[in-house]
């Protein structure tokens, strides 16, 4: 019958014009909903070496996340991210033990962020930094 | 711990006051809401002036129609004196001030546009105060003090003192700097008024076009060429940043053209489906 | 086919091929119905594009007086695609509002709201009520200087009401004057209560359909008398109809196609045709914008408000016209639905359309 097959054709056009215009309608839906790209990390970040005295340590945002610079009493600088390995709480830096503990489930790392007790996987992550003129350059 | 107090009572004042304010002004701010308003409450200075002749009454004609009265700029805010107090307004214990001395003009205006007096001053005619030379009033007109402009530099205002012809050749240089600061002012403002961000934009312009007012009192042809090169330069990038916004439109009115023109299709194989059930 | 295989599948557990013989293909629609009916359909789809829209906006609309213009401004300036969803949601409102003047103008002319439908007409006026509160308060949740005095304007209507007024109006406002208070609890009306009670009353409004059966259009049938009244509940129904599935779905598609073509085209070519300038400002307590006008859904309002001598004259008028409005169905008894058959009718109403669009003309020049 020829009302049959025109309606089967109008019925193949009409799906695809609506997947176009589902498509069309979504994109703009996604691109709304979509964390902000690029940029974020490429940031260096600057502080002085009198921030952080001997024995304590500094959290701050970096690359997104949150990172820790610690300074030994031995004096050793390091520039760690914060975020454990285990399940992603923020360690806290103990400067009576001169070490980091996760509160979450009581994983410790050593300053150089090497996994000492508990059960985080991997050691914290390490990032790079440069001193001159009394100043950190972290990233 | 003396600063923490004072701090706080300073803030409870502040807040009282508000609250009084808002009482008083219940009523009338919900009845002006529905008559076109923008009128500010009259000041006694105006109460008076408006009604008195000549010498006396001319200056508040003259102020309506310019650039302060605009900004809601008021008699008091140069000439000093209590605008609500009409009985004692006039009194040189309440901050009146009166009219300025010729020599005194600049000062008089410089205390709210001491970077223009600054130029001004620097300048040959700012050099030739009390000596013959002109002050702000001589070009800016009194009380009826337009919106300054390139249009200030003109035949009849420079001619009444000295020759037009070093004045053209300035006013030439910066002319089309000028026209390009009008034609980009223009442009954010029809933005701003469809609701695209221009707050940077805008910014960056007032910031030229300070810089490019500062040679309005400059004599000196040569620095002006050289000053307004720069400027273009700097209107340069702005016009290229519209330009970036314009061409975003224009965009999405190609998309729009193809998505109402998709939508159109649509309807119609609708509307051909159905016809195959009729 | 996999398709087939689910359906049987499904159907086996809530018998699906009943419901869909009952509600669409063997649901019959009259022979003469025309595209009028499926404004309906219409005002549900723009009804959940709000909704969705709505949602949207509000992941990054923040509603404190100190932040919310900053945040539209980001919308539609920073976040991609901001600007067209902030578009659809304000024209769409416009829309709304207009296309159920088209879907009420159709079933006035139909004299489809005539008994037995009476709950229909009064659940559409209710609706119609709430859209009007819907699009009021979601107009000052931008914050800028149009929305917080064209909201000091509506609300201050109010204040014409004898003794109670002026305390009403504070109470809508939260306040003696418009300020953080109002915008609290118009954003918590706008996004919780009135999105809910209209969802509600959508539902009624769609029960009392399926319920009372659609009314069959009066013009080109020979009998245009309703045949009422009857002894007991009957269903209006259509034997030989047409089905709603897929005959009258696909001009429901039609239309609404077309609608979203208007649509867009507006949001892609004319946004700025509703926003004034002063809508990029942001809103001054201490500066009222010179001309300031309520949407123009409510010029007529307003206008009724101002020629009048006395404020509460004006709001009387409006609350008699209102009232005739909604209790239509009840004062206008005569079976005839015909409207050429119906003179005094149709003068009355298309005298009543001129007026209102005669103020609300007057309103927007004036």
Same mark, same amino acid.
């Given at each position: 019958?020829?009302?049959?097959?025109?309606?089967?054709?109008?019925?193949?056009?009409?799906?695809?014009?609506?997947?176009?215009?589902?498509?069309?309608?979504?994109?703009?839906?996604?691109?709304?909903?979509?964390?902000?790209?690029?940029?974020?990390?490429?940031?260096?970040?600057?502080?002085?070496?009198?921030?952080?005295?001997?024995?304590?340590?500094?959290?701050?945002?970096?690359?997104?996340?949150?990172?820790?610079?610690?300074?030994?009493?031995?004096?050793?600088?390091?520039?760690?991210?914060?975020?454990?390995?285990?399940?992603?709480?923020?360690?806290?830096?103990?400067?009576?033990?001169?070490?980091?503990?996760?509160?979450?489930?009581?994983?410790?790392?050593?300053?150089?962020?090497?996994?000492?007790?508990?059960?985080?996987?991997?050691?914290?992550?390490?990032?790079?930094?440069?001193?001159?003129?009394?100043?950190?350059?972290?990233? | 711990?003396?600063?923490?107090?004072?701090?706080?009572?300073?803030?409870?004042?502040?807040?009282?006051?508000?609250?009084?304010?808002?009482?008083?002004? $219940?009523?009338?701010? *919900?009845?002006?809401?529905?008559?076109?308003?923008?009128?500010?409450? #009259?000041?006694?200075?105006?109460?008076?002036?408006?009604?008195?002749?000549?010498?006396?009454?001319?200056?508040?004609?003259?102020?309506?129609?310019?650039?302060?009265?605009?900004?809601?700029?008021?008699?008091?805010?140069?000439?000093?004196?209590?605008?609500?107090?009409?009985?004692?307004?006039?009194?040189?214990?309440?901050?009146?001030?009166?009219?300025?001395? #010729?020599?005194?003009?600049?000062?008089?205006?410089?205390? /709210?546009?001491?970077?223009?007096?600054?130029?001004?001053?620097?300048?040959?005619?700012?050099?030739?105060? $009390?000596?013959?030379?002109?002050? /702000?009033?001589?070009?800016?007109?009194?009380?009826?003090?337009?919106?300054?402009?390139? #249009?200030?530099?003109?035949?009849?205002? /420079?001619?009444?003192?000295?020759?037009? #012809?070093?004045?053209?050749?300035?006013?030439?240089?910066?002319?089309?700097?000028?026209?390009?600061?009008? $034609?980009?002012?223009?442009?954010?403002?029809?933005?701003?008024?469809?609701?695209?961000?221009?707050?940077?934009?805008?910014? $960056?312009?007032?910031?030229?076009?300070?810089?490019?007012?500062?040679?309005?009192?400059?004599?000196?042809?040569?620095?002006?060429?050289?000053?307004? *090169?720069?400027?273009?330069?700097?209107?340069?990038?702005?016009?290229?940043?519209?330009?970036?916004?314009?061409?975003?439109?224009?965009?999405?009115?190609?998309?729009?053209?193809?998505?109402?023109?998709?939508?159109?299709?649509?309807?119609?194989?609708?509307?051909?489906?159905?016809?195959?059930?009729? | 086919?996999?398709?087939?295989?689910?359906?049987?599948?499904?159907?086996?557990?809530?018998?699906?091929?009943?419901?869909?013989?009952?509600?669409?293909?063997?649901?019959?629609?009259?022979?003469?119905?025309?595209?009028?009916?499926?404004?309906?359909? %219409?005002?549900?789809?723009?009804?959940?594009?709000?909704?969705?829209?709505?949602?949207?906006?509000?992941?990054?609309? %923040?509603?404190?007086?100190?932040?919310?213009?900053?945040?539209?401004?980001?919308?539609?300036?920073?976040?991609?695609?901001?600007?067209?969803?902030?578009?659809?949601?304000?024209?769409?409102?416009?829309?709304?509002?207009?296309?159920?003047?088209?879907?009420?103008?159709?079933?006035?002319?139909?004299?489809?709201y005539k008994s037995p439908r009476e709950l229909n007409w009064l659940t559409g006026f209710i609706l119609f009520c709430l859209i009007q509160g819907i699009s009021l308060t979601g107009y000052l949740a931008p914050w800028s200087q149009l929305s917080f005095w064209a909201t000091t304007v509506a609300t201050n209507s109010a204040a014409a009401i004898p003794v109670i007024g002026p305390y009403l109006v504070e109470f809508?406002?939260?306040?003696?004057?418009?300020?953080?208070?109002?915008?609290?609890?118009?954003?918590?009306?706008?996004?919780?209560?009135?999105?809910?009670?209209?969802?509600?009353?959508?539902?009624?409004?769609?029960?009392?359909?399926?319920?009372?059966?659609?009314?069959?259009?009066?013009?080109?049938?020979?009998?245009?008398?309703?045949?009422?009244? %009857?002894?007991?509940?009957?269903?209006?129904?259509?034997?030989?109809?047409?089905?709603?599935?897929?005959?009258?779905?696909?001009?429901?598609?039609?239309?609404?196609?077309?609608?979203?073509? %208007?649509?867009?085209?507006?949001?892609?070519?004319?946004?700025?045709?509703?926003?004034?300038?002063?809508?990029?400002?942001?809103?001054?307590?201490?500066?009222?914008?010179?001309?300031?006008?309520?949407?123009? =859904?409510?010029?007529?309002? =307003?206008?009724?408000?101002?020629?009048?001598?006395?404020?509460?004259?004006?709001?009387?008028?409006?609350?008699?016209?209102?009232?005739?409005?909604?209790?239509?169905?009840?004062?206008?008894?005569?079976?005839?639905?015909?409207?050429?058959?119906?003179?005094?009718?149709?003068?009355?109403?298309?005298?009543?359309?001129?007026?209102?669009?005669?103020?609300?003309?007057?309103?927007?020049?004036?």
């Amino acid at each position: 019958m020829e009302n049959d097959s025109r309606r089967k054709f109008l019925g193949v056009c009409l799906a695809g014009a609506t997947v176009a215009a589902a498509a069309a309608a979504g994109y703009p839906v996604i691109r709304y909903l979509a964390p902000k790209s690029g940029k974020v990390g490429t940031d260096k970040l600057v502080f002085a070496t009198s921030d952080i005295p001997d024995g304590e340590a500094k959290f701050f945002e970096y690359a997104g996340t949150s990172a820790v610079l610690v300074k030994t009493n031995a004096g050793a600088l390091l520039a760690l991210s914060a975020v454990c390995t285990h399940m992603g709480c923020i360690v806290q830096w103990e400067k009576d033990k001169q070490d980091f503990l996760c509160p979450c489930h009581a994983g410790h790392y050593s300053p150089e962020g090497e996994v000492l007790s508990g059960p985080p996987p991997k050691p914290l992550a390490k990032i790079p930094f440069t001193v001159a003129d009394g100043k950190i350059t972290v990233g | 711990m003396t600063l923490l107090p004072q701090h706080t009572r300073f803030r409870r004042r502040a807040t009282f006051g508000a609250l009084i304010f808002t009482l008083l002004a $219940g009523p009338q701010a *919900a009845t002006a809401a529905t008559a076109a308003a923008g009128e500010q409450p #009259e000041s006694a200075c105006i109460q008076c002036h408006e009604t008195l002749p000549d010498r006396l009454g001319a200056p508040v004609k003259l102020w309506r129609a310019s650039i302060h009265a605009e900004n809601g700029i008021s008699c008091n805010a140069c000439h000093g004196g209590d605008a609500k107090d009409a009985a004692d307004a006039m009194n040189r214990t309440r901050g009146f001030l009166g009219a300025p001395k #010729e020599a005194e003009v600049p000062a008089f205006c410089g205390r /709210c546009h001491p970077g223009v007096m600054k130029d001004y001053l620097l300048s040959a005619h700012g050099k030739a105060l $009390g000596k013959g030379g002109p002050n /702000c009033v001589t070009c800016h007109g009194n009380h009826r003090v337009v919106k300054a402009s390139l #249009e200030l530099i003109n035949e009849k205002n /420079c001619s009444r003192c000295h020759s037009f #012809e070093r004045a053209r050749t300035i006013r030439a240089a910066m002319q089309q700097t000028e026209s390009y600061v009008v $034609g980009i002012d223009a442009r954010i403002a029809g933005f701003q008024a469809e609701g695209v961000d221009t707050d940077r934009l805008g910014k $960056g312009l007032f910031a030229i076009r300070n810089r490019f007012h500062t040679l309005f009192h400059e004599v000196d042809v040569s620095l002006v060429k050289r000053e307004s *090169a720069r400027i273009d330069a700097e209107l340069g990038k702005l016009d290229l940043e519209l330009k970036a916004i314009e061409d975003a439109r224009a965009r999405r009115r190609v998309v729009g053209g193809f998505v109402v023109t998709g939508l159109l299709l649509l309807a119609w194989l609708f509307h051909l489906l159905k016809k195959t059930y009729d | 086919m996999l398709s087939k295989r689910l359906y049987d599948w499904i159907d086996l557990r809530i018998g699906a091929r009943e419901i869909v013989k009952k509600e669409l293909t063997g649901y019959l629609l009259p022979k003469k119905i025309n595209e009028w009916y499926s404004l309906g359909s %219409v005002l549900m789809v723009i009804f959940g594009l709000q909704i969705a829209t709505g949602m949207l906006l509000m992941v990054y609309y %923040v509603p404190d007086p100190e932040k919310a213009f900053k945040s539209i401004t980001f919308i539609m300036n920073e976040v991609p695609y901001g600007w067209l969803i902030r578009l659809c949601h304000a024209v769409g409102s416009n829309m709304m509002v207009a296309v159920l003047l088209l879907h009420m103008f159709s079933v006035l002319m139909m004299g489809s709201y005539k008994s037995p439908r009476e709950l229909n007409w009064l659940t559409g006026f209710i609706l119609f009520c709430l859209i009007q509160g819907i699009s009021l308060t979601g107009y000052l949740a931008p914050w800028s200087q149009l929305s917080f005095w064209a909201t000091t304007v509506a609300t201050n209507s109010a204040a014409a009401i004898p003794v109670i007024g002026p305390y009403l109006v504070e109470f809508m406002r939260g306040g003696k004057l418009v300020g953080p208070p109002t915008l609290g609890r118009f954003f918590a009306l706008h996004v919780a209560v009135l999105p809910a009670v209209i969802a509600a009353l959508v539902g009624a409004h769609l029960f009392l359909l399926k319920r009372t059966g659609i009314s069959t259009p009066p013009s080109g049938v020979q009998q245009s008398r309703n045949p009422w009244p %009857v002894e007991s509940y009957r269903y209006e129904s259509h034997p030989g109809g047409i089905p709603f599935f897929p005959n009258y779905a696909l001009q429901d598609l039609t239309s609404i196609s077309v609608y979203f073509a %208007v649509f867009l085209a507006v949001v892609f070519f004319a946004p700025n045709f509703l926003f004034t300038p002063d809508a990029f400002v942001p809103a001054n307590p201490f500066q009222t914008p010179a001309h300031i006008k309520p949407e123009w =859904y409510f010029l007529a309002n =307003y206008q009724t408000l101002k020629i009048f001598p006395s404020e509460l004259l004006g709001l009387s008028v409006q609350v008699a016209a209102m009232t005739l409005l909604a209790l239509l169905p009840f004062l206008d008894r005569s079976p005839e639905r015909n409207p050429l058959k119906r003179p005094l009718f149709l003068v009355c109403s298309i005298g009543g359309i001129l007026i209102w669009i005669g103020l609300t003309i007057w309103g927007h020049y004036s």
